[in-house]
């Protein structure tokens, strides 16, 4: 529909120069002249449809265009529609006087928009002049449907035409030169008029102010009215075209909202899952309850190297994809005047971050405690072995200690056999005393076995109750035996010294050799070549001895060659067994030569685990030397990515390229870290915990690696918003370089600013900066109070007065053209106006229209276009 309402200081000297540009001296109304009766006839026709498309609007008609505007009220009414403003009250009277009265009220009105009336007076109106009154009609005309059209800056006339020469310029045989002459070559002129005609009416709501044959049938149609029908078409395509560009504005919008929505979607859904996979993981790593069994913890180490090789790393690049995705988000909602985008409740960022940092902590005092366990283990089982081992040796030699003890030989046994026993005990005292020490050792590593938590510490402190309660009961056996037999004693005069001496030398020297077996085949475990080194020390010292043992062995052999000499010298039958002892000559031989034997076989174990902690050196050494160089290279690469950040040189699509080279460098150094943990669990797997040739453990590698990562992509985000901070904000490549220029210039922490450092580089950019207006930029720059300006945050700030967005009133404007200017929109004039997918949209999220013009089923179009900007009121 046509366009109504009057320019606001429309210039009175121009309207009527406009009038008499297009107006010719032929054409003036003089009230002497008459109309041609054809001419007549089509103004008659054409002005009172053009009249009555106006007045349905307020529900009345006319009939008889020059009798129905004599009494004034309709023609008043008739302003009132095409201006949108309000006249002066009607006269009610209906005198002639009273007419004349509302006539020259609707002259007044015209003339003060400016119209110069020629010949037209209000007398002539009320008498139905019909030539006065279609004058009149033709200036309401001129001045309200046609006056206002111009193309490249023609007059109305001109600008009408012109018009109609751009849209049948498409059409052949056709040439438009003017609105009387036909210019169409058709053979059915009449029939294509009234198709026009009867389209028009059902499409575009023109009602039909002419017959085709008005035009085909005169020579040289009434040029007014072809002008006023022909203004109809032009309002009603101008009207269709602005519409189109609302639409068009609106889907835009939309477009970026569900966008933004999508993004926002993805976000929540990617933290979701980080954060459930973090609340999972944390009571995995927090459970600290020590499995029995060395293989079960070795088990459990390896489940967490499963974890920081294979299941960590890909949260640890979605946990970086989730902060560029946040900031990209921002950035785009920052770039289309959106709100910020505020996750759900615990899912910020930095709650992300503070999670991610439990984790970590969580994380080493995990594999510090699996160490620890493995290395209690370890001396657990060591402890647990030589513990059964001693065990085994004490209750060998114990084994019918406590029957011997109890019994009564001596109350039957010769003086001889007496004293035999005398001095039988007396060696068995000795051996008891000797095995003492080993009684004490088996005691301390149960107590050492308890206080290491040992699974089977039930078992282990039964047993060394059992032995510790049967040393008792032998020292209570003993001594009772010693008694009894020192009762008897002095009845028994005669002993064999011989057989005491040996028993008595022989019972020391079997148990040193006993010590020494044990001590060649003890278990050992040592954790480098100097404890090594010391074991071997020790062992060569053991064999240093040696020769002095032979020669205890070779004289306690001798007093048994004395004896078998005296017992031939004199005669003496022997049984073959000293009563003293149950150690034979031949026990003494044996033992030695299992001594002997048992030597090398220690010199090879030793030489075995020098061999093994050599290599275990030359896997710290293998270790450190990679790791001395990888620790520093990833120092230097951080230390180069912040430089790279604040280098100006080149375009930003430059620098990205060059940024996503420097990545990809990064990224094939990859195979180097690989490499490493490799060793480092060739390391672990030869349970190697400490290396003193390097600072650098594998946790600190990781954590340089994955920050490195990090650091790099969220560098190639920022050039990447910067990228869409300049596209979307207009600016040239030269204004970013010079923006980035001024902002490191006053960089002093490395890619942000203090407030004084910001306002120096202000005022070096020209600013004139008072106190409250330099308060009101830094809560734009630095709306969460963090005393820093960072660079994104200063470019928005560059850029933000210049800016060409769509604003909530702009989106708000092109609602109300596709509502036609109502106060709420249909849900079928959504679905005509836009696409089906941005009009389902729109329907779905907008509420019902409140107020009473409203019909059923409005929508409020007013309060949507506020909430895609996030604001309550417009």
């Given at each position: 529909?046509?366009?109504?309402?009057p320019?606001?200081?429309?210039?009175t000297?121009?309207?009527?120069s406009?009038e008499?540009?297009?107006?010719?001296?032929e054409d003036?109304?003089?009230?002497d002249?008459l109309?041609?009766?054809?001419w007549?006839?089509?103004?008659r026709?054409?002005f009172t449809?053009w009249?009555n498309?106006?007045?349905?609007?307020a529900?009345t008609?006319?009939?008889?265009?020059?009798?129905d505007f004599?009494?004034g009220?309709?023609?008043?009414?008739?302003l009132?529609?095409?201006s949108?403003e309000?006249l002066?009250?009607p006269?009610k009277?209906k005198?002639r006087?009273?007419?004349?009265?509302?006539?020259?009220k609707a002259?007044?009105f015209?003339?003060?928009?400016?119209v110069?009336?020629?010949s037209?007076?209000?007398?002539?109106?009320v008498d139905?002049?019909?030539?006065?009154?279609?004058?009149?009609i033709w200036?309401?005309i001129?001045?309200?449907a046609?006056?206002?059209?111009?193309?490249?800056?023609t007059?109305a006339?001109?600008g009408?035409?012109?018009w109609?020469q751009?849209?049948t310029a498409?059409?052949?045989?056709v040439?438009?030169?003017?609105?009387h002459?036909?210019?169409?070559?058709s053979d059915?002129?009449?029939?294509?008029?009234?198709?026009?005609f009867?389209?028009?009416?059902?499409?575009?709501?023109?009602?039909?102010m002419l017959d085709?044959?008005?035009i085909v049938n005169?020579?040289?149609p009434d040029?007014k009215?072809i002008m006023?029908?022909v203004?109809?078409?032009y309002h009603a395509?101008?009207?269709?075209?602005q519409?189109?560009?609302?639409a068009?504005?609106?889907?835009?919008?939309?477009?970026?909202?569900?966008?933004n929505e999508?993004?926002?979607?993805?976000?929540e859904?990617l933290?979701?899952e980080?954060?459930?996979w973090i609340?999972k993981?944390?009571?995995?790593?927090e459970?600290?309850?020590a499995?029995?069994?060395?293989?079960?913890?070795?088990?459990?180490l390896?489940?967490f190297?499963?974890y920081?090789?294979?299941?960590k790393?890909p949260?640890?690049q979605?946990?970086?994809?989730?902060e560029?995705?946040?900031?990209?988000?921002?950035?785009?909602?920052r770039?289309s005047?959106?709100p910020?985008?505020?996750?759900?409740?615990?899912?910020?960022?930095?709650?992300?971050?503070n999670?991610w940092?439990?984790l970590?902590q969580v994380?080493?005092?995990?594999?510090?405690w699996l160490?620890?366990?493995?290395?209690?283990?370890?001396?657990?089982?060591?402890l647990?072995?030589k513990f059964?081992?001693?065990?085994?040796?004490?209750?060998?030699?114990?084994?019918?200690?406590?029957?011997?003890?109890?019994m009564?030989?001596?109350?039957?046994?010769?003086?001889?056999?007496i004293r035999?026993l005398m001095?039988?005990?007396?060696a068995?005292e000795?051996?008891l005393?000797a095995?003492?020490?080993?009684?004490?050792q088996i005691?301390?590593?149960?107590q050492?076995l308890?206080e290491?938590d040992y699974?089977?510490?039930?078992?282990?402190?039964?047993r060394c109750?059992g032995i510790c309660d049967?040393?008792?009961?032998?020292?209570?056996?003993?001594q009772?035996?010693?008694?009894?037999l020192?009762?008897?004693?002095?009845l028994?005069?005669?002993?064999?010294?011989?057989?005491l001496?040996?028993a008595?030398?022989a019972?020391?020297f079997?148990?040193?050799?006993?010590?020494?077996?044990?001590?060649l085949?003890?278990?050992?475990?040592?954790?480098?070549?100097?404890?090594i080194h010391?074991?071997?020390?020790?062992h060569d010292?053991f064999k240093?001895?040696?020769?002095?043992?032979?020669?205890?062995?070779m004289?306690?052999?001798?007093i048994?060659?004395?004896?078998?000499?005296i017992?031939?010298?004199?005669?003496?039958?022997?049984?073959?067994v000293?009563?003293y002892?149950?150690?034979s000559p031949?026990?003494?031989?044996?033992k030695w030569?299992a001594?002997?034997?048992l030597?090398p076989?220690r010199d090879?174990?030793?030489?075995?685990?020098?061999?093994?902690?050599?290599?275990n050196?030359?896997?710290?050494r293998?270790?450190?030397?990679?790791?001395n160089i990888i620790g520093?290279?990833?120092?230097t690469?951080?230390?180069e990515i912040g430089?790279?950040?604040v280098?100006?040189a080149?375009?930003l699509?430059?620098?990205?390229n060059n940024?996503?080279?420097?990545?990809?460098?990064i990224?094939n150094?990859?195979?180097?870290i690989?490499?490493?943990?490799g060793d480092?669990?060739?390391?672990q797997e030869?349970?190697?915990?400490d290396?003193?040739?390097t600072?650098?453990?594998?946790?600190?590698?990781?954590?340089?690696?994955e920050?490195?990562l990090?650091?790099i992509?969220r560098t190639?985000?920022?050039?990447?918003?910067?990228?869409l901070?300049?596209?979307?904000?207009?600016i040239?490549q030269?204004?970013?370089?010079?923006?980035r220029?001024s902002f490191?210039h006053?960089?002093?922490r490395?890619?942000?600013?203090?407030?004084?450092?910001?306002?120096?580089?202000l005022i070096?950019?020209?600013?004139?900066?008072?106190e409250?207006e330099?308060a009101r930029?830094?809560t734009?720059v630095?709306s969460n109070?963090?005393?820093?300006?960072?660079?994104?945050?200063?470019i928005?700030?560059?850029?933000?007065?210049t800016?060409e967005?769509?604003?909530?009133d702009q989106v708000?404007?092109?609602?109300k053209?596709?509502?036609s200017?109502?106060?709420?929109?249909t849900?079928?004039?959504?679905?005509?106006?836009?696409?089906?997918?941005?009009a389902?949209?729109c329907?779905?999220r907008m509420?019902?229209?409140i107020?009473?013009?409203g019909?059923?089923?409005?929508?409020?179009y007013?309060?949507?276009?506020?909430?895609?900007y996030g604001?309550?009121d417009?």
């Amino acid at each position: 529909m046509m366009a109504v309402e009057p320019q606001a200081q429309y210039n009175t000297s121009y309207m009527m120069s406009e009038e008499h540009q297009y107006m010719s001296p032929e054409d003036e109304w003089d009230r002497d002249l008459l109309l041609d009766p054809a001419w007549e006839k089509q103004q008659r026709k054409t002005f009172t449809a053009w009249c009555n498309s106006h007045l349905r609007k307020a529900g009345t008609q006319i009939e008889n265009i020059e009798d129905d505007f004599r009494n004034g009220l309709k023609l008043m009414l008739l302003l009132e529609v095409i201006s949108g403003e309000r006249l002066p009250k009607p006269d009610k009277g209906k005198m002639r006087f009273h007419k004349i009265a509302n006539v020259n009220k609707a002259l007044d009105f015209i003339c003060s928009k400016g119209v110069k009336l020629v010949s037209i007076g209000a007398e002539e109106i009320v008498d139905g002049n019909t030539k006065m009154t279609l004058g009149m009609i033709w200036t309401i005309i001129l001045r309200f449907a046609i006056q206002d059209i111009s193309v490249e800056e023609t007059s109305a006339k001109e600008g009408l035409l012109l018009w109609c020469q751009r849209k049948t310029a498409p059409y052949r045989n056709v040439n438009v030169q003017n609105f009387h002459i036909r210019c169409a070559q058709s053979d059915d002129p009449i029939g294509n008029l009234n198709t026009a005609f009867e389209v028009a009416e059902k499409y575009l709501d023109i009602p039909k102010m002419l017959d085709a044959e008005d035009i085909v049938n005169t020579p040289k149609p009434d040029e007014k009215a072809i002008m006023t029908y022909v203004s109809c078409f032009y309002h009603a395509f101008a009207g269709a075209e602005q519409a189109e560009t609302a639409a068009n504005r609106i889907c835009k919008v939309l477009a970026v909202n569900q966008e933004n929505e999508k993004l926002m979607e993805e976000y929540e859904k990617l933290a979701s899952e980080l954060l459930e996979w973090i609340r999972k993981t944390i009571p995995w790593l927090e459970n600290r309850m020590a499995e029995q069994q060395m293989k079960a913890m070795q088990q459990k180490l390896e489940d967490f190297r499963d974890y920081r090789r294979i299941h960590k790393p890909p949260r640890v690049q979605e946990k970086c994809q989730l902060e560029i995705n946040f900031n990209t988000l921002q950035t785009k909602l920052r770039l289309s005047n959106r709100p910020a985008f505020m996750p759900s409740e615990g899912k910020m960022v930095s709650d992300i971050a503070n999670a991610w940092k439990g984790l970590e902590q969580v994380e080493k005092g995990y594999e510090e405690w699996l160490l620890t366990e493995i290395r209690r283990l370890e001396r657990l089982d060591h402890l647990a072995e030589k513990f059964k081992q001693k065990c085994s040796l004490h209750q060998s030699w114990t084994s019918g200690k406590e029957e011997l003890l109890s019994m009564k030989d001596y109350e039957s046994a010769s003086l001889m056999e007496i004293r035999a026993l005398m001095r039988k005990h007396e060696a068995f005292e000795s051996d008891l005393a000797a095995h003492q020490d080993r009684v004490e050792q088996i005691a301390a590593i149960a107590q050492e076995l308890n206080e290491l938590d040992y699974h089977d510490a039930s078992s282990v402190n039964a047993r060394c109750q059992g032995i510790c309660d049967q040393w008792d009961n032998l020292g209570t056996l003993t001594q009772k035996r010693r008694d009894s037999l020192e009762r008897v004693e002095k009845l028994w005069e005669t002993i064999d010294q011989l057989y005491l001496e040996f028993a008595k030398r022989a019972a020391p020297f079997n148990n040193w050799m006993d010590g020494a077996m044990e001590d060649l085949q003890d278990m050992f475990i040592v954790h480098s070549t100097e404890e090594i080194h010391s074991l071997i020390t020790a062992h060569d010292q053991f064999k240093a001895t040696l020769p002095e043992a032979d020669k205890e062995r070779m004289a306690t052999m001798g007093i048994q060659s004395e004896i078998v000499k005296i017992a031939q010298t004199y005669g003496i039958k022997l049984s073959g067994v000293n009563p003293y002892t149950n150690l034979s000559p031949q026990d003494i031989t044996n033992k030695w030569e299992a001594v002997k034997h048992l030597v090398p076989l220690r010199d090879q174990m030793l030489q075995e685990e020098v061999a093994r902690q050599q290599a275990n050196e030359r896997l710290r050494r293998q270790f450190a030397a990679q790791a001395n160089i990888i620790g520093p290279w990833i120092q230097t690469k951080m230390e180069e990515i912040g430089h790279v950040s604040v280098d100006i040189a080149g375009s930003l699509e430059e620098q990205m390229n060059n940024l996503k080279q420097y990545e990809q460098n990064i990224i094939n150094y990859k195979c180097n870290i690989d490499k490493l943990e490799g060793d480092h669990q060739l390391s672990q797997e030869s349970l190697i915990f400490d290396n003193k040739h390097t600072n650098y453990t594998m946790e600190h590698i990781r954590v340089g690696w994955e920050q490195l990562l990090t650091t790099i992509a969220r560098t190639i985000n920022e050039v990447e918003n910067q990228i869409l901070t300049r596209d979307a904000k207009g600016i040239s490549q030269e204004q970013l370089n010079e923006f980035r220029a001024s902002f490191n210039h006053f960089d002093r922490r490395n890619g942000m600013m203090d407030p004084d450092d910001f306002r120096a580089c202000l005022i070096s950019m020209g600013y004139d900066l008072g106190e409250v207006e330099f308060a009101r930029i830094m809560t734009l720059v630095d709306s969460n109070n963090t005393g820093v300006v960072t660079f994104q945050a200063f470019i928005d700030f560059m850029t933000r007065e210049t800016a060409e967005t769509d604003t909530a009133d702009q989106v708000m404007a092109s609602f109300k053209i596709l509502a036609s200017d109502k106060a709420y929109i249909t849900v079928d004039e959504l679905r005509r106006e836009l696409p089906a997918e941005q009009a389902e949209y729109c329907i779905s999220r907008m509420t019902r229209y409140i107020g009473a013009d409203g019909p059923a089923g409005a929508l409020d179009y007013i309060s949507f276009s506020s909430a895609l900007y996030g604001e309550s009121d417009l």
